[in-house]
């Protein structure tokens, strides 16, 4: 049984929940990412996780049906992430090391221009695949935030600043368990604002 106990979720935070996915079939690990979301988003609206009723907008990003919590979910090979918050829009991505990042046309696919010629500076190109890679997911976060679905130009959104266009704020996150992973997240933000949202990351735990 999954173990759900979250703190106070305050109005100006972004909770991150690192999710283990310890199966080696994907489709059990697909069933345990959502297991734990649920658990967790039931914790934090107090209710079983049967009791949750989600639905979608026009675009299919999820989302809770009556209630301002806000989640975005991503899981990818041993790991999920649940990005949640108290009424703010957010997107989440994670992905493991990907053999597109290493094919030459995949910056030109996904990247703006300006994203290319940072590519092109790197100082040591054996750090192209894992900067590609973090680009992609910044991007990803920033288009599951936006709720706007797959059909999105992703070679036209410039992540290479924290701000990015439209009034987004997108982070990285640091996985120390696993270096190799990139991820990111983003939410609405607007720039007149004194401070930007705190940022935690916070482990889920199977018991």
Known sequence: MPDANPPELDEAAVHVWLI?????????????????QDALLGA?????PEALEFERNDAGKPRLRGEPLQFNLSHSEQLALLAV??????????????RAVSREWFANRICTSREREHLGRLPDTTTLPQELLRLWVRKEAVIKARGAGSYVAVGEIDVLDDGVAGGWLCRDLRLSEQPAYRAAVAIAFNNERSEPPELSLRRFTWT
Do not use: F, N
């Open 44 to 48: 934090y609206l107090g209710v079983p």
């Open 20 to 36: 283990a996915l310890d199966d080696p079939v994907k489709a059990r690990r697909r069933e345990l990412a959502h297991l734990a």
């Open 85 to 98: 918050t108290a009424a703010t829009v957010v997107g989440v991505d994670v992905q493991a090391p990907h």
